[in-house]
């Protein structure tokens, strides 16, 4: 399985960023896929996530109401669509597939088996 994260980049606060992250060798219409973010001497944390159909989604708190994830399966790639965007969004953003075929979304990044190389985003005046 390999990901691959693209459309990070730096940003005035209050613009925005579309994340995208494509997958290969894996049937892609059968896992929950996962956004997740890693800033400097903090923990990986849950930023997103969406169900194998698209039909559910989950927000960390955080950035709901300005993130939207979606995903389109014949085109293996799930996008990440980052308005309003802030400093604090500063971070390295990685997709991640979680275990199991046709799982329920789940937060813990421990549930995600595979893992992109990320992808620098930088909120700065």
């Known amino acids: 399985v390999q990901l691959q994260a693209s459309g990070g980049g730096e940003v005035q606060p209050g613009g925005s960023l579309r994340l995208s992250c494509a997958a290969s060798g894996l049937t892609f219409s059968d896992y929950v896929m996962g956004w997740f973010r890693q800033a400097p001497g903090k923990e990986r944390e849950f930023v997103s996530a969406i169900s194998w159909s698209g039909g559910s989604t989950d927000y960390a708190d955080s950035v709901k109401g300005r993130f939207t994830i979606s995903r389109d399966n014949p085109k293996n790639t799930v996008y990440l669509q980052m308005n309003s965007l802030k400093p604090e969004d500063s971070a390295v953003y990685y997709c991640?597939?979680?275990?199991?075929?046709?799982?329920?979304?789940?937060?813990?990044?421990?549930?995600?088996?595979?893992w992109g190389q990320g992808t620098q985003v930088t909120v700065s005046s």
């Open positions: 991640a597939v979680r275990r199991g075929r046709r799982g329920v979304i789940v937060r813990a990044s421990y549930e995600y088996a595979y």
